[in-house]
């Protein structure tokens, strides 16, 4: 039995939490800034909006959540057996992304 994709982060969080040095550089841009500990606060209270089930790294997921400042981020996240592979965090843009920054905007509407 498989178990849903939001336990498979929880259990693979609670063993190790691993970067991506693509995740640590884009985190560290100067328009960004995200640190570890917003990243943890995104993976332990966050909601997964989009799965990626044939992510040629592995099957991942995007999750969105509010820093305990109230910032909004999404992190690209991918469990594994033994931990979590934060792939990529960043601030979501309305360019992309509803005002709820939950939903993806879709190609070809009116913004």
Known sequence: MTLPLR???TR??????????HALEQMNLSERMITTGDVRDII???QIIEEYADDPRGH???VYGKTKEGRVLHVVCSPKSDHLVVVTAYTPSL????RDFR?????GRSR
């Open 7 to 9: 336990d498979q982060v």
């Open 12 to 21: 693979a969080y609670r063993k190790r939490l691993l970067f991506s040095s």
């Open 44 to 46: 332990e209270k966050g």
């Open 60 to 62: 991942s997921c995007l």
């Open 95 to 98: 360019i992309e992304w509803e």
């Open 103 to 107: 939903t993806r905007k879709r190609e």
